[in-house]
């Protein structure tokens, strides 16, 4: 009777071996289905001639990038440009997520004042920001905004700053360490600094559009600040912005970081809709590398590794900060 009841139960109604069992057939199936999927490709492109090759990243591009931070021209391999298109995506994305952050923490707050005007405003952009698609938010700040803005003498001057049709300029230094403001010269702008309106409009619509997103994070999380916080930072003397910096937000972030990882990779992953604008970034440039060499596969690979990587990038630094702000329990 003992040797029965210790005998081991078979083999699928063992509680430790049967999930092994499951993850493995499922993983073994995936693994089929990937094979599959692989097979069939190779043999598809071997019918079509066009294997799998890498030698056209070398190839003269033949083509230019408007606008680069890292030089390029034609005469340089296609790797080359899709780097300096990679760059240009990089350029917009930090700036985007710098901007984008302090929108949104400030429209956020907003939501809290005790000015009515200025609650009713926050709210009234929030709303209104995130319920247009993003694609139209661009084409209206490209052709609407910036392209209808003056130029030559009659753009907008402001001190140490101009902004035309032909872009922003901002003062910086020259060769010699000299520190030069914006200059018209021969009906046409020049200044150390330039930003062509194809990037401004990307810029601005991302971070607008963006910083509505960032700005309900930021409010849900000072709403899950208990109220007596506050008062307890007004019986210090604590005025409300000061309450808001030294002791709501503080508290907050552990609400807000997961919040804001979200927010940062989907404006990593809608820089790509820059085409809208006619900024080069790296999804131009890998387009026009596809028409021009067929490369499709090839193409689409390196964009999703490209976006691929600068998500989890994102996504382990956001990670980082949030294990930074959570509140330690003994």
């Excluded at 300096?84 to 923490?105: E, F, I, Y």
Aim: proline share 5%; glycine share 10%.
């Amino acid at each position: 009777m003992a040797g029965r009841l210790s005998a081991s139960p078979p083999w699928w109604q063992n509680r430790r071996l049967l999930p092994w069992l499951v993850q493995g057939s499922v993983g073994l199936g995936i693994l089929v289905v990937i094979a599959f999927l692989l097979g069939n490709l190779v043999r598809n492109l071997s019918a079509a001639g066009l294997l799998l090759s890498w030698r056209w990243l070398g190839q003269p591009a033949s083509f230019d990038i408007a606008e680069s931070l890292l030089p390029f021209d034609a005469s340089e391999p296609y790797w080359r440009g899709l780097l300096a298109g990679l760059v240009n995506t990089l350029r917009v994305v930090g700036l985007g997520l710098v901007g984008a952050t302090l929108l949104g923490t400030l429209v956020g707050s907003a939501s809290f004042s005790s000015n009515g005007l200025l609650k009713r405003l926050a709210r009234i952009y929030v709303e209104v920001i995130r319920n247009i698609p993003l694609l139209l938010q661009l084409v209206f700040w490209y052709f609407v905004v910036f392209l209808a803005l003056p130029n030559g003498a009659a753009a907008i001057q402001l001190p140490g700053i101009v902004l035309a049709k032909s872009g922003l300029f901002l003062p910086g230094f020259e060769a010699g360490l000299h520190w030069t403001g914006p200059s018209l010269v021969d009906g046409v702008w020049q200044a150390p600094m330039r930003f062509t309106p194809e990037f401004g409009a990307l810029l601005t619509g991302l971070v607008v559009y963006t910083g509505a997103f960032i700005a309900e994070v930021v409010r849900g999380g000072i709403a899950s600040v208990p109220k007596g916080q506050w008062e307890a930072a007004t019986s210090l003397g604590f005025g409300p912005l000061l309450s808001l910096r030294r002791i709501i937000l503080p508290q907050a972030l552990r609400v807000i970081v997961p919040g804001l990882n979200t927010q940062y990779i989907s404006l990593a992953k809608n820089s790509s809709l820059a085409v809208a604008c006619g900024y080069t970034d790296l999804y131009s440039v890998a387009e026009t590398s596809l028409n021009q060499t067929g490369r499709a596969i090839e193409v689409i690979v390196i964009l999703l590794a490209a976006y691929l990587a600068i998500d989890l990038v994102i996504s382990l630094v956001m990670n980082g900060l949030n294990r930074l702000v959570q509140i330690q329990e003994r």
